[in-house]
RNA sequence: CGGGAUGUAGCGCAGUCUGGUAGCGUACCUGCUUCGGGAGUAGGGGGUCGGAGGUUCAAAUCCUCUCAUCCCGACCA
């Protein structure tokens, strides 16, 4: 492509608006612009990116047996309303209705559509497992859309499907997804972690995130350096208390005045104790009621893991109203002993001795508290938020890292969430009929090259990794209005393009500084430089974008390198 | 949804407090000079000051409403 006809709008300046380093970079090197909040148009260049990553992905899922399909974007509401989905997603579905006044919504994800195609055409064992996917706009409509391309209301995913006669065989398309993905996200030349995840309002029971580790993400990843156990922060596991041996002498339970001492850090201070003597008592909110979980006073209550050992469809923590409004529920100084709500304790608990609990009344505590003499326990489970240096759970020596992280890919196990529901059934050897299994697989593609800004670019501009590069190569003329100059580019821009090199000729009357700052903000791996001095020497200047080294080398004899140079970037 | 901020030329901003002919930088067009890291110079085009209503002799500026965008939080994944 010559640069003059290509519509590649430049900025110099920063808009406004964007906050993180791959919103500003992609708006100056005119990849996107913004339409609506959350909402982006894609110019030539990011367009060009989107389509490397989709490519890529492509080219992985095929290689799995994935088969492509293109689903609508507008889908009936029954079809949700059958996978009760319709209700429980919330404003995040963006709803419309057509001229007849029938519901419909733009498609945040397909396992509705998927499912319906499915269970209408395959009935048999035989027919089973299938992987289809496809790469679609999807749209969610967030509260708060940021970071540009990289949260946006409308944006570019490809979402997978499979369906599988059993929970084994979908394990085998779930660990192929997953080496799959690590293909894709290794060819993006993204430094990423295969993390666990929860499964959110997806559902399922299963399910790992892909995580690029940037500083703007907006997971926290806590993951152990010795055995590479990785998990998203919020069910990352905390391992287990050792035993301990009980005092010979427990303390007897006693009730001391706090006044105004609410806090961990208040009663700790007070009663001059360590914060880990001290049992946080946090009262939370699902369906059936309230309900209280225990932590030390030095630990933070995970209401992920809480959920998921209750099992409730939703839990967040109480407010301070609601909790005023239970009897015997005083703020500040909430505790176990003879609380009338379901408790559910930290496992750091049963290790616990003479420990300090609200004493369920106003401006007092309790010291010398017992686990069983004292209060009884619905159910000991990992109930706390993990922390840095804290030990991992899954070997010896190994102690938590957190970073933060930007999902870019997910995968989930769904189980028959959906066949049950939707009755995609099939027939078994025996002529049993029985619920698909399903896996769900999704990847953020602007998401994606976005994220790969963020881990690749200095003070000059994006440095594309070579796969996701829209050009390969860019020819950068000192003066293209030279003849010889001119000549040399064409020679080397056509002998590119002859052997497969996708390059950007800049062929612009712009003055070479301005050629170079766009070449820098756009991100072209490779600069060739090419001037009359430097020419009537037999030599041009060779570039890389992401060292900024440049060396002269003898043309023609160049070209034929150039290859070879690309593959050791 | 709660808190905060901002809308003035394509982009970045000043002017608003204290009402009186709409400005700067950059980008764009033309001429001349320049030409290996965002040139210099002279000239030029481009604005319903987000929108509606109000106060006033007079509103970018004051008042009311409204729309949009961004930030923090909650939410989502």
């Not at 929860?198 to 940037?214: K, M, N, Q, R, Y």
């Not at 030279?482 to 950007?504: F, H, M, P, W």
Request: hydrophobic letters at 35%; a negative charge; proline letters at 5%.
């Amino acid at each position: 492509m010559h640069f003059s006809k290509l519509f590649i709008p430049t900025l110099k300046e920063s808009p406004a608006d964007a906050e993180v380093i791959s919103h500003k970079l992609m708006v100056r090197a005119g990849m996107i612009r913004q339409l609506a909040s959350g909402i982006y148009s894609i110019l030539p260049l990011g367009l060009r990116v989107l389509r490397k990553v989709e490519q890529i992905i492509r080219e992985e899922m095929n290689q799995i047996g994935g088969q492509e399909v293109f689903l609508p974007s507008i889908q009936p509401a029954e079809l949700w309303m059958e996978s009760k989905r319709w209700d429980f997603y919330g404003k995040e579905l963006l709803r419309i209705k057509d001229r007849h006044n029938r519901e419909f919504c733009y498609g945040p994800t397909h396992e509705e559509v998927i499912t319906d195609i499915v269970r209408r055409e395959i009935k048999s064992y035989r027919q089973l497992p299938v992987i289809l996917y496809q790469i679609q706009t999807k749209f969610r409509d967030e509260v708060r859309p940021r970071f540009g391309i990289m949260r946006g209301r409308e944006f570019m995913m490809k979402d997978a499907y499979s369906f599988h006669a059993d929970e084994e065989d979908t394990r085998h398309t779930y660990s192929q997804m997953a080496k799959a993905y690590s293909n894709i996200f290794k060819r993006c030349g993204l430094d990423f972690k295969q993390v666990q995840a929860d499964s959110g309002t997806i559902g399922g029971s299963f399910s790992h995130e892909f995580a690029v580790l940037a500083d703007s993400g907006e997971d926290d990843i806590g993951f152990c350096e010795s055995c590479g156990y990785a998990s998203n922060l919020e069910l990352a596991g905390s391992k287990p208390p050792a035993a301990s041996t009980p005092p010979a002498a427990p303390q007897d339970l006693k009730e001391v005045e706090t006044p105004g001492k609410k806090s961990v850090e208040e009663v700790a201070g007070f009663l001059n104790l360590p914060a880990r003597q001290i049992v946080k008592t946090i009262i939370l909110e699902n369906e059936n009621g309230l309900v209280a979980g225990l932590v030390r006073g030095d630990h933070e209550i995970n209401p992920v893991k809480l959920k998921n050992l209750i099992g409730c469809e939703w839990l967040l923590p109480a407010g301070e109203e609601a909790i005023s409004r239970h009897p015997g529920l005083h703020c500040g100084y909430v505790g176990p002993v003879g609380l009338d709500l379901p408790v559910y304790a930290d496992h750091e608990i049963f290790a616990l001795h003479d420990f300090v609990t609200g004493a369920n009344k106003p401006s007092a505590h309790f010291t010398g508290v017992q686990v069983e003499r004292d209060f009884k326990v619905k159910q000991f489970g990992d109930l706390r938020t993990v922390k840095v240096g804290d030990p991992c759970p899954h070997c010896e020596e190994g102690k938590y890292q957190v970073k933060r992280g930007i999902e870019v890919g997910h995968i989930f196990i769904l189980g028959t969430k959906y066949s049950s529901l939707m009755k995609a059934v099939y027939l078994d050897q025996q002529g049993k009929e029985s619920a698909m299994v399903m896996g769900c697989y999704g990847i953020g593609v602007g998401r994606t090259a976005a994220a790969a800004i963020e881990q690749n670019h200095d003070d000059r501009g994006i440095v594309w990794p070579l796969n996701l590069a829209p050009f390969q190569v860019i020819i950068i003329p000192v003066n293209y209005s030279d003849d010889e100059v001119k000549n040399a580019c064409d020679t080397i821009y056509d002998r590119l393009q002859e052997i497969g090199i996708d390059s950007l000729l800049d062929d612009r009357a712009d003055r070479l500084g301005v050629k170079l700052k766009d070449a820098d903000l756009i991100g072209i791996p490779l600069q060739i430089i090419i001037g009359p001095k430097n020419l009537s020497a037999g030599q041009i200047e060779i570039k890389i974008r992401k060292t900024n080294e440049s060396e002269l080398r003898p043309y023609p004899q160049v070209i034929e390198d150039i290859p070879g140079i690309l593959k050791g970037l």
